[in-house]
């Protein structure tokens, strides 16, 4: 995938495979004398020209009048006039009307930022656009506040129906945007209001509390969520620490469990273009999986992460410093690992927790079934001489069973979706891992315990934050929010909790790698390797 790559074309500027055309527009106006004016109204005369150079309709709402008169007034040679985009697009892929929502003295138009920000369940990401050239200013992330209420959605969805509930789960996200926001403004050294447009990626019920609208039926049937596609609506109605009338965009959702992050990475993965068949795995505090090509997309989606995010395992933590990431076991069941920034170990991220499933198996130490083979209960990773805590850090059978629900839950939605279309894996051209856990999952570990397919490795690739990704082109290009709203439209959604078969496939899934072992051809040489090695 390529990243990045400004291209110079005649008079318009490209950015990877697109035009820019951003969310809102800055256009620098030269003002007319009095005797050039004649009669007419100075603020007409302003629309007049806005809409010339735009060809489409132009707002200026009262509230900016008396402004933009002022400016006229003070005899400045030129003005900049800052453009909200309206819902509509045009056939052509540009955006149908504008709303003046801000004017200044002088030509601005190279002062131009936006935001593309991804809201995960745990943890958020901000970037600050340049929307002159597409490119990525300043960065920030942090944990998602709402944590406090609830580690998993299902959690924080129970949490809303308390009193006053959902405006705290609002708040708490909002105050964790605001945050970051100052934090890239400091950064960049520019003022938030600066700001003139945002785009959102995230999944569906963060969507929902975001916007401060009840999630509640999101986890009940028929699971139909209040929203898909929320539309364009301005900063200052949730509160973000923006210009007020920056229009905010949230990529569209399908259902109550594919949002639209799982649709940015459909958009930046090119799925939806290519002719061969190709699946898309986004493991996360949920499970989302995209099957599909440029004639047709299904999807799916189920609980899956906590247990990898750390949330469930007894030493399991978040990705952070001093979380062991890496764990290899040799034949004589020596552990090596690593933490993140070597600091002291304080516990095993999902990385790790998988990496240390994987290497119990292929050394023998747990059974095909997920039970160790002698007896013991744990198995340690790092020794409480090593750890900061001073105490040791495990695996035990019980967080093994954990994973194993996991690992099923994955292997039975796949599974299912698979054969909805009739569909065999040497039919996958390509495995997509979305997703910030999918940056860092070990493909090869993954594979091992059967929590991803056995595929040639070439075929795998890795997205990084493809919903931060996703939110980064929607903000600078509307044909590629039409885009995404043509991926929303073309969608063919299974719902798991509906799905008789998804709990029979679930129950037969809980080996390691799989029940048929002839799906996992590489890891059965692995096996048959140690094993020789060990006589």
Same mark, same amino acid.
């Given at each position: ?24 527009? &800055? ?25 010339? /150079?735009?060809?489409? +309709? ?44 801000? !004017? ?56 809303? /129906? ?28 520019? &003022? ?48 973000? !620490? ?63 992460? +906590? ?83 001073? &105490?040791?850090? *495990? ?11 996991? &690992? ?37 570990? !993954? ?63 809980? *080996?390691? +790698? ?5 799906? *996992? +051809? ?14």
């Amino acid at each position: 995938m390529n990243h990045y790559r400004p291209v110079i074309l005649a008079d318009q500027r490209v950015v990877n495979d697109f035009e820019l055309d951003p969310l809102t527009r &800055k256009i620098s106006i030269k003002i007319l004398q009095g005797h050039e004016q004649g009669n007419k109204g100075m603020v007409d005369t302003l629309r007049r020209n806005l809409q010339q /150079r735009l060809s489409v +309709p132009v707002e200026i709402p009262l509230a900016l009048m008396n402004h933009l008169v002022k400016l006229v007034r003070d005899d400045n040679e030129v003005i900049t006039v800052t453009l909200a985009a309206g819902n509509d697009i045009n056939e052509d892929g540009k955006a149908a009307s504008y709303q003046a929502i801000d !004017a200044e003295p002088g030509d601005h138009t190279d002062a131009h930022v936006g935001l593309a920000i991804d809201i995960g369940t745990t943890t958020v990401v901000v970037y600050l656009v340049n929307m002159v050239n597409g490119d990525i200013i300043a960065k920030a992330s942090d944990y998602n506040g709402q944590i406090k209420l609830g580690d998993d959605i299902l959690s924080r969805i129970m949490a809303a /129906r308390e009193e006053k509930g959902l405006k705290e789960l609002q708040t708490l996200i909002v105050n964790t945007l605001n945050a970051l926001i100052k934090q890239v403004c400091l950064e960049a050294d520019l &003022k938030p209001q600066a700001i003139s447009g945002v785009c959102i990626g995230a999944n569906t019920t963060m969507v929902h509390l975001c916007l401060g609208l009840d999630p509640g039926s999101i986890c009940r049937a028929p699971y139909r969520p209040a929203v898909n596609n929320a539309g364009i609506f301005c900063a200052g109605e949730i509160g973000l !620490a923006v210009h007020p009338l920056a229009p905010i965009y949230c990529l569209p959702s399908i259902g109550s469990y594919i949002g639209g992050d799982v649709l940015a990475g459909i958009l930046v993965s090119g799925m939806h273009k290519q002719e061969e068949v190709s699946l898309l795995v986004d493991i996360g505090t949920n499970g989302e999986f995209i099957l599909g090509n440029q004639e047709w997309l299904v999807g799916c989606a189920g609980a899956a992460g +906590p247990a990898l995010e750390g949330g469930v395992t007894e030493w399991g933590i978040r990705a952070e410093q001093g979380a062991v990431d890496q764990v290899s076991i040799d034949s004589e069941h020596h552990v090596r690992y690593t933490t993140i920034d070597n600091a002291p170990a304080r516990g095993i991220c999902g990385s790790g927790l998988i990496d240390s499933l994987a290497e119990l198996f292929l050394n023998g130490l747990i059974n095909r079934a997920a039970r160790f083979t002698d007896g013991r209960e744990r198995f340690t990773i790092v020794p409480a001489g090593e750890s900061a805590t001073g &105490k040791e850090i *495990f695996i035990s059978q019980k967080d093994i069973n954990s994973l194993m629900r996991t &690992k099923g839950a994955v292997n039975a939605a796949l599974e299912v979706l698979m054969e909805s279309v009739g569909c065999q894996w040497e039919e996958i051209a390509k495995f997509y891992a979305a997703g910030a856990f999918g940056q860092y999952l070990p493909i090869e570990s !993954a594979i091992t315990i059967g929590l991803y397919p056995d595929l040639p490795r070439e075929q795998m690739l890795r997205l990084g934050n493809s919903s931060g990704e996703g939110a980064r082109q929607v903000l600078l290009s509307h044909s590629k929010r039409q885009e995404i709203e043509e991926i929303a439209g073309k969608i063919t959604y299974f719902e798991m909790n509906a799905s008789s078969s998804f709990m029979d496939k679930y129950g037969g899934s809980r *080996f390691l +790698p799989h029940t048929n072992m002839d799906l *996992f +051809p590489s890891v059965k040489e692995k096996l048959a390797v140690r094993q020789r090695g060990l006589c």
